[in-house]
């Protein structure tokens, strides 16, 4: 695992940003997972400035986005798919057709999902956000580090988390790669900022495969970097 504490916000985000430039500059078909959530707006925006500069790096990319709510109709404003066309999509000037979204009906078979993503090669690097309660994607606590891309009931924590991200009900169920899908991922970037997550990422560094915090999973991963912003780092002291 591979800690990079950045001296300000801004630096977290341009570091996470220029990763996964980097990796479609050293790799034009890379295949990238992608995560949402507020953390990522500002990664997103920066990808923007960057990809001007650099002449559109990521057409030839593939994504997959690593979670959706369930229960919303298409185009729902606060729908994760929304989201990733308003902050990346567009202004990025990508197509749809390279994207793959968690499909909202899995009555089809589970796996459909897990197959697009080994029929592409498998995920390059998937970037990532941090629960509060140290849910990924929507893994939230009790997820079995096995587990692959299914429905599942979000918590309490999660929904009071998330609220105001709508204006109507909150689904009560998301669709989410699992951890075990997740860490098939040949890198795993993930991004902390902020004060409200400083207990869960010193609870991470403190525990190892912990089904209460599904994030400890991913410290088994052989290229897992953790960036995190001075106020995420505030509880944890490296140099001990
Ligand atoms: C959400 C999403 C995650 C996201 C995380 C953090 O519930 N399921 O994919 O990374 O929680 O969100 P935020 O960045 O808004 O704190």
């Known amino acids: 695992m591979r800690i990079i504490q950045a001296p300000s916000t801004n630096e977290a985000i341009q ?37 001007k500069i650099y002449e559109n790096p990521f057409r030839d990319c593939f994504f997959f986005m690593l979670d959706e709510y369930l229960e919303l109709p298409e185009g729902h404003p606060s729908s994760f798919k929304s989201y990733i066309k308003d902050h990346f999509v567009k202004p990025l000037g990508l197509k749809e057709s390279q994207f793959a979204f968690p499909p909202a009906d899995l009555s089809g078979g589970d796996e459909h999902y897990e197959n697009l993503i080994k029929e592409s090669g498998g995920v390059d690097l998937q970037l ?16 079995l580090k096995s587990s692959r891309t299914r429905i599942i009931p979000l918590t309490e924590d999660t929904l009071r988390a998330n609220r105001d991200q709508f204006t109507d009900k909150i689904p009560t169920h998301a669709l989410s790669m699992g951890i075990g899908t997740i860490l098939e991922s040949k890198e795993l970037l993930m991004l902390v900022t902020g004060k409200a997550k400083a207990d869960v990422v010193k609870y991470i560094l403190n525990h190892h495969d912990d089904p209460n915090c599904p994030a400890t999973y991913l410290k088994s991963h052989p290229h897992f970097t953790l960036v995190l912003d001075p106020e995420a780092a505030s509880k944890i002291n490296l140099n001990i």
């Open 15 to 51: 570091t996470v940003a220029t990763l996964i430039l980097e990796k479609a500059i050293s790799h034009p078909r890379s295949v990238l997972g992608l995560a949402t959530g507020r953390t990522m707006i500002p990664v997103y925006a920066h990808l923007e400035k960057l990809q």
């Open 128 to 143: 990532l956000g941090l629960g509060l309660n140290g849910h990924v994607g929507f893994n939230e606590p009790g997820s």
